[in-house]
């Protein structure tokens, strides 16, 4: 490295020429735009509103699915939805020599019509009953735009299925 008139610096991934104290200069200047920004986002970040993160509402609905039914009751903990109707939309069902592997929609109606959600299950069944996971695809009147998702677990009855969906909604 020759150092003529003035001394090289190395620093990491380059070389810088220094001339009396003009480095010193330009790194006090970088420092203090940097520390001008850096304080300015605090400053936009500490007066910006706060955005309240989205509350979480635990769900447990059951199903009382009539395997000679299309339309069945439900009962559960959703607030304005406690009671209502599931449909049967569409749907695959394969048997196996142990059960079966259910993929289908379930259209939820709130008693009274004022809302509902179209929801998702993928569930595997056999003597054990049915378990699986399912998530919300769509809602409607009040409930336009939730997101919810969970378990299900389902208990064999008499004449068919009790389901009980279990998760969480925001």
């Known amino acids: 490295m020759q150092t003529c008139p003035g001394r090289t610096v190395r620093t990491i991934g380059q070389t810088v020429r ?13 420092a203090g735009a940097t520390g001008v920004a850096f304080g300015a986002l605090l400053a936009v970040g500490a007066l910006a509103p706060a955005e309240a993160a989205p509350m ?16 069945n009751p439900f009962g559960g903990n959703i607030p304005g939805c406690e009671t209502g109707t599931v449909a049967e939309g569409p749907s695959t069902t394969h048997f ?41 695809l769509d809602g409607w009147g009040f409930l336009d735009g939730v997101k919810a998702s969970g378990t299900l677990i389902g208990t064999a009855t008499a004449n068919g299925i009790d389901d009980r969906y279990i998760g969480s909604a925001r």
């Open 18 to 30: 220094v001339w009396g104290n003009k480095m010193f200069k330009k790194s006090l200047a970088r």
């Open 56 to 71: 979480s509402v635990s769900i447990d609905v059951v199903a009382h699915t009539a395997f000679d039914s299309t339309v």
């Open 96 to 136: 196996t020599s142990w059960g079966g592997v259910y993929t289908g929609v379930k259209e939820f109606t709130c008693a009274g019509g004022e809302g509902g959600v179209d929801v998702r299950l993928s569930a595997v069944f056999g003597d054990f009953g049915s378990r699986g996971k399912w998530h919300v």
